[in-house]
């Protein structure tokens, strides 16, 4: 059973945020649903991972919850990531993305 002192211990969680240029933001949410497809393909259950538009049509927030380090490198070796990534830096954004890490303080249901 995994309690909650472990998830505390060995979870990853990570924020990120940006803004794009108004002509890119129907491609950047065309390149995460490419990304989430994947994600769902893969079929693994440490990988937590949603992104969401702001009201402005324009700025992203992106959350990843990993149980360990090891998952959370999934994610950036996937194919679609990558191209999600690359796609985006070359679109020049408003503002770049920013990755806080979180740290989990309490959750009203079970991550993993």
């Known amino acids: 059973m995994i309690t909650f002192e472990y998830i ?3 979870m990853k969680a990570v924020k990120v945020e940006y803004r794009v240029k108004k ?3 129907k491609t950047n949410q065309i390149n995460i649903k490419q990304v989430m497809s994947d994600l769902k393909a893969l079929n693994n259950p440490g990988i937590k991972y949603s992104a969401f538009m702001l009201e402005d049509g324009q700025s992203f927030v992106h959350f990843a919850v990993y149980p360990d380090d090891a998952t959370s490198q999934i994610v950036p070796n996937l194919p679609a990531f990558e191209k999600f990534r690359s796609e985006l830096k070359a679109s020049g954004p408003e503002v ?3 990755a806080e890490n979180l740290e989990l ?3 009203a249901y079970d991550i993993f």
């Open 96 to 98: 770049p993305p920013k």
């Open 23 to 25: 002509e890119y933001a």
């Open 105 to 107: 303080v309490g959750s």
């Open 8 to 10: 505390l211990n060995k």
